[in-house]
């Protein structure tokens, strides 16, 4: 990749030109005069100075203001007028619950053609609703593509596949289903999983140089192919993967290189909630996720106070959607944990030319549950427990159950699908429980006889899925 030699700020071709336009032409009767910069065709320019970059963000935000204040919900509480950036802040944070007890308060009235409801996968112990009308799912991904195209070599040539995993699911979810059906890159969606021999014969027809996945299914993809003597007949490697969801792990990148993407791929991680939609790319491999600032505001918040934290610190993540015209969405706690990354750590991207804000995510808040004083985080608990084991077995998903606390007994229940034809349970020793709680600093005093922790691998699909996207809920926190 050369970034030096591209242009981030370039004008759309005229494919997605065509696709917003066709946006204004449906809402500009709909959308207030005044209010009118919310359809623009232009992108944020990507500016070197970074006052200039936040006013063009905050021209946006008080267009959304007004339009949001169209609806019972935010009329209520929205400013007559955004003045400034404090006046922002100023705007109280909405949650889960806001949503799910005020969704038809929150609607602007639009027309209800084609309108449709995006339930949240639920990852949280909480489905959450979502009204858009579909036509706005186009600008959304529209004035996401050009940081697509930046971080991929040659647009023209690079072929994405986008196959479908059990019950008729694409694996990339509805960003990358929406991405392929509006034309915006170069798709190839080939067969579904069940059907390995027809998958095999589309990979082979169009020859795909990419790909827009879930990790876990991808994974899967691969040990069937593998199981089946596929592998074989793949004409040739992926060179670039698009994720989205849950991330690529170090042992799943291991499993699949030299299998079915190359040992020099690319691989890609995208920043998208079902409530926000796209919020950020990692335009080069192995850095931080930019923020596409015509898609998101991005805050971090503390999670007491809900606070803004200066910038670098780790907190919550409140997002404000500059796509969501049916059902605007103002600073919305994700319930992620992250920080935005300071100007200082990102001097390589400003050195050619790159300027969007970055973020670097640290989990969900949701994942974190606690044990006596202290707090343990899911993944680091499933990787601990992993790396003790010998043979370590192969993670494709996990899910954790804490049962309720029956005769002073608190029961952490692990289960990990991996790659056994049948389950098998696996029993862990007092040394590593010890170690356990020293690394998530809980007395040692609260756990001999007072924790039980129990350890299964189960095969392959074995977890429940939950949500359109087919995700798995990594805790289940049942006290």
Do not use: C
Request: hydrophobic fraction near 40%.
């Amino acid at each position: 990749m050369s970034p030096s030699n591209r242009e981030t700020n370039a004008v759309f071709s005229p494919l997605f030109e065509r696709k917003l336009n066709e946006i204004r032409a449906f809402y500009e009767i709909f959308v207030l005069p005044d209010h009118q910069i919310l359809l623009t065709t232009e992108p944020i320019e990507l500016k070197p100075n970074q006052k200039e970059r936040e006013e063009a963000v905050l021209t946006r935000l008080k267009a959304l203001i007004g339009h949001a204040r169209r609806t019972p919900f935010y009329s209520s509480y929205l400013p007559v007028e955004l003045t400034s950036w404090d006046d922002f802040f100023n705007i109280p944070i909405i949650s889960k619950r806001d949503l799910i007890a005020h969704q038809e308060e929150m609607l602007v009235p639009l027309p209800q053609r084609g309108m449709q409801d995006y339930l949240t996968s639920g990852t949280s112990g909480v489905h959450v609703k979502n009204i858009r009308n579909s036509i706005e799912l186009k600008p959304h991904f529209a004035r996401a593509a050009r940081f697509f195209l930046y971080a991929i070599d040659d647009p023209t040539r690079e072929k994405f596949l986008n196959f479908l995993y059990y019950g008729g699911r694409w694996s990339g979810g509805i960003g990358a289903h929406s991405i392929m059906q509006e034309g915006l890159l170069n798709f190839v969606p080939i067969g579904a999983i069940e059907d390995i021999n027809q998958l095999i014969k589309d990979w082979n027809q169009t020859q795909p140089t990419g790909a827009f996945v879930s990790p876990p299914w991808f994974v899967y993809l691969t040990r069937k192919l593998e199981e089946r003597g596929f592998l074989s007949q793949i004409p040739s490697l992926l060179t670039r993967i698009f994720y989205l969801g849950e991330k690529f792990t170090s042992s799943q990148i291991e499993y699949v290189t030299g299998r079915t993407i190359s040992p020099g791929a690319f691989i890609h991680s995208i920043y998208a909630t079902t409530e926000a939609g796209m919020i950020g790319l990692q335009v080069f491999p192995n850095g931080p996720i930019f923020i596409v600032p015509d898609a998101a505001v991005i805050e971090i918040v503390d999670p007491e106070s809900n606070q803004p934290l200066p910038i670098g610190t780790t907190g919550n993540i409140v997002v404000t959607s500059l796509n969501r015209l049916m059902q605007p969405l103002i600073r919305y706690n994700t319930e992620d944990e992250g920080r935005i990354i300071p100007e200082e750590e990102l001097m390589e991207y400003r050195q050619i030319g790159f300027y969007a804000p970055a973020i670097e995510l640290k989990g969900r808040i949701s994942d974190d549950f606690k044990i006596g004083d202290g707090f343990i985080q899911a993944e680091k608990l499933v990787s601990k427990l992993v790396s003790s084991l010998n043979p370590q077995p192969f993670v494709l998903e996990y899910q954790i159950k804490v049962l309720p606390i029956k005769g002073g007994k608190t029961e952490i229940r692990l289960t990990i699908e991996s790659t056994v034809e049948q389950k098998v349970e696996v029993e862990i020793s007092p040394e590593t429980i010890a170690s356990i709680l020293e690394e998530f600093s809980i007395p040692q005093d609260f756990t001999w006889g007072s924790l039980s922790l129990l350890l299964e691998l189960v095969p392959a699909g074995t977890i429940k899925r939950v949500g359109p996207a087919g995700k798995v809920r990594h805790l289940i926190d049942e006290r």
